[in-house]
């Protein structure tokens, strides 16, 4: 790849709006998917600022300690660097929430899981709440936040993504009990409680596909919590089986997964209960969840 032609601050624009142009340029050499973007943020982050209050002194003029901190962000992120490891935080649903390299970096997909577990125990009181492969904690807090009135537990096999988890709970004020273990240990279900709400966001990438993902995937987030096996559906069975075993009656699991996969996950989570699919924003299947049945 030929290298990025770096300018100096001498030949740069001199506003803030000139550097965030010169940032954009930048990345969209460099091949970035979303540059505009990407460079609103870097550029106000190099400031010190949310991309609100940017705006507001986008025709100031641009110290050169700002110049210097944008360039090695641009670059940094030019090399195939997630914006939200170089900026330290992801958003999910209004939250944002702390991140780290190594684990696994909160998608805008996940969002829809988010709220449609929620609307599945609008009319449950008191919601026990099971969030497995929890990550950093997206689904866990932001569902203790939308129910003050539940007890939410996170399992996540990874120390470092549970120890985030735990950072972002504190952050936000709300309270998670974070079991640390691999989903699937024989004794994990008797280290969680009976639950109204089992949700998921499992490794679903098959494994020969993981090679072919956009760099700042397959370099910078850790490989298990992508890989779902030769069919990606490894965890489904594992997640189906301890959710009939913890959930309540009545109780609800909701997983994501890959577009294609809507029928037969659906057939994996039909031996819990009554099984439902739901679509993205991009109109693509990519969550299905299951209400357990009396007698399973
Ligand atoms: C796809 S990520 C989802 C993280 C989070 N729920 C989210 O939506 O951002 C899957 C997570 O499961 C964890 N994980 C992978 N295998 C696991 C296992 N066998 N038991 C428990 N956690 C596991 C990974 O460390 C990773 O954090």
Redesign the pocket.
């Known amino acids: 790849m030929t290298p990025t032609p770096y300018v100096s601050y001498e030949t740069a624009p001199k506003t803030a709006g000139h550097l965030r142009e010169w940032a954009e340029a930048e990345l969209a050499l460099a091949g970035v998917p979303s540059p505009g973007a990407d460079a609103a943020a870097l550029t106000a982050y190099a400031y010190g600022w949310d991309v609100c209050e940017f705006a507001k002194h986008v025709r100031d003029v641009a110290p050169a300690a700002a110049f210097g901190r944008l360039a090695d962000l641009t670059r940094r992120r030019g090399g195939g660097e997630p914006l939200q490891l170089i900026i330290g935080t992801a958003p999910f649903v209004g939250l944002s929430l702390a991140v780290a390299p190594g684990?696994?970096i909160?998608?805008p997909e996940?969002e829809g899981l988010a709220l449609w577990a929620e609307e599945s125990i609008v009319d449950t009181d008191a919601p026990v709440i099971v969030?497995?492969?929890?990550?950093?904690g997206?689904?866990a807090i932001y569902l203790a936040r939308r129910r003050a009135d539940a007890r939410v537990v996170a399992?996540?096999?990874?120390e470092s993504?549970a120890s985030l988890l735990t950072d972002n709970a504190s952050a936000y004020d709300v309270r998670v009990d974070v079991v640390v273990?691999?989903?699937?240990d024989e004794g994990i279900a008797s280290r969680l409680p009976a639950a109204d709400l089992v949700v998921a966001?499992?490794?679903y990438v098959e494994t020969a596909v993981i090679p072919t993902l956009p760099v700042e995937v397959r370099e910078w987030e850790?490989r298990?919590?992508?890989d779902g096996g030769v069919d990606g559906l490894a965890?489904y069975p594992v997640i189906a089986a301890l959710a009939a075993k913890i959930l309540r009656e009545g109780g609800v699991v909701a997983v994501e997964i890959a577009e294609s996969c809507g029928e037969v996950v659906s057939d994996i989570l039909s031996t819990v209960g009554d099984v439902e699919v739901s679509r993205d924003l991009a109109g693509r299947d990519r969550y299905v969840r299951a209400r357990k049945a009396s007698g399973i």
Do not use: H, M, S, Y
Not at 131 to 136: E, I, N, P, S, W
Not at 155 to 158: K, L, M
């Open positions: 684990v696994f909160p998608r996940t969030d497995l492969f929890a990550g950093v997206p689904l399992v996540e096999a990874d993504a273990g691999d989903i699937r966001n499992p490794p850790p298990a919590a992508l965890f």
